[in-house]
């Protein structure tokens, strides 16, 4: 098991930036991939970009450019840097890791965007 806890979400303008973390209560190192949703009000849950153990990234198409997903093992926490913040970012965004058959979800922090 793992506690996945999301924090830095809030409201902010368009164009602003933003970076939100993804503590876990434990080690990372065996999380075969961890990545960041996100869902916006009356919307399914979508992927926005993912890490692999290797290092692979991978983004929507809607946030290529402007957000960077990155990781840290010392501290056990994962991070998704947003820059150029829109309106059609607004949404609550979801911490994810998989392990193995396992998948672990955070709780959701809230971002706004106000255009």
């Known amino acids: 098991q793992v506690q996945l806890v999301e924090s830095g979400g809030g409201l902010v303008q368009a164009g602003d930036s933003l970076t939100l973390s993804c503590a876990a209560s434990?080690?990372?190192?065996?999380?075969?991939?961890m990545g960041w949703y996100r869902q916006a009000p009356g919307n399914q849950r979508d992927l926005v970009a993912t890490?692999?153990?290797?290092?692979?990234?991978t983004y929507a198409d809607s946030v290529k450019g402007r957000f960077t997903i990155s990781r840290d093992y010392g501290k056990n926490t994962m991070y998704l840097q947003m820059n150029r913040l829109q309106s059609e970012d607004t949404a609550v965004y979801y911490c994810?890791?998989?392990?193995?058959?396992?998948?672990?979800w955070g709780q959701g922090t809230q971002v706004t965007v106000s255009s």
């Open positions: 890490i692999t153990s290797g290092s692979t990234t």
């Open positions: 434990r080690s990372i190192l065996s999380m075969n991939t």
């Open positions: 994810n890791a998989r392990e193995l058959s396992y998948v672990y």
